[in-house]
T-cell receptor, first 114, second 112 residues
Framework: GNSVTQMEGPVTLSEEAFLTINCTYTATGYPSLFWYVQYPGEGLQLLLK?????DKGSNKGFEATYRKETTSFHLEKGSVQVSDSAVYFC?????????????FGKGTSLLVTP | GAGVSQSPSNKVTEKGKDVELRCDPI?????LYWYRQRLGQGLEFLIYFQGNSAPDKSGLPSDRFSAERTGESVSTLTIQRTQQEDSAVYLC??????????FGPGTRLLVL
């Protein structure tokens, strides 16, 4: 079945450090890939997405490239801010009968310190 | 505009009791999803509603779980005879056709 594996946290970084959160997936066919973010006390929000191989999703300085050859969708940001502290979820959609139902990773908690 | 809302935000119940969780989707969103997030785990898909079609219940973990949706509006997730392993955050999301999901803040359920 479909699954998503992402690096375990928590990840603690100093402000302006480089961020990478690894995500790999297993899926049949050609899934769409997503990163969702959950800020403290808030619901999950879509951060970025990519719908086909070699697509790059980007938003708020975050980027992720859909790599079919390595089945990966790693999240990166060149210079993190304290406000980026949140839990990040990698997800995929196999566009099956379940509409846009998503398979999620377990989440990676990021703490950015001043 | 208003986002997805869920109630209650927190629920504590005793083992064996029934609970009802409510979700108000974004107006005009035809699709509605329920997910469960156990502590330290990813989100588990539970059920999906799309318009007036039969719901996809493939993610419901047991027959103690059921959900209803009235048209394209409110949905209720019911858990009968709750067990301690049902303790989790229950998340509702809605979407227009083939767009990304908008999530609610969740209901945190604790079964004692």
């Amino acid at each position: 079945g479909n699954s998503v594996t992402q690096m375990e946290g928590p990840v603690t970084l100093s402000e302006e450090a480089f961020l990478t959160i690894n995500c790999t997936y297993t899926a049949t066919g050609y899934p769409s890939l997503f990163w969702y973010v959950q800020y403290p006390g808030e619901g999950l929000q879509l951060l970025l997405k990519a719908t086909k191989a070699d697509d790059k999703g980007s938003n708020k300085g975050f980027e992720a490239t859909y790599r079919k050859e390595t089945t990966s969708f790693h999240l990166e940001k060149g210079s993190v801010q304290v406000s980026d502290s949140a839990v990040y979820f990698c997800a995929l959609s196999d566009n099956s009968n379940s509409g846009y139902a998503l398979n999620f990773g377990k989440g990676t908690s990021l703490l950015v310190t001043p | 505009g208003a986002g997805v809302s869920q109630s209650p935000s927190n629920k504590v119940t005793e083992k064996g009791k029934d609970v009802e969780l409510r979700c108000d989707p974004i107006s005009g969103h035809t699709a509605l999803y329920w997910y469960r997030q156990r502590l330290g785990q990813g989100l588990e898909f539970l059920i999906y509603f799309q318009g007036n079609s039969a719901p996809d219940k493939s993610g419901l973990p047991s027959d103690r779980f059921s959900a209803e949706r009235t048209g394209e509006s409110v949905s209720t997730l019911t858990i009968q005879r709750t067990q301690q392993e049902d303790s989790a955050v229950y998340l509702c999301a809605s979407s227009s056709l083939r767009t990304s999901l908008d999530f609610g803040p969740g209901t945190r359920l604790l079964v004692l």
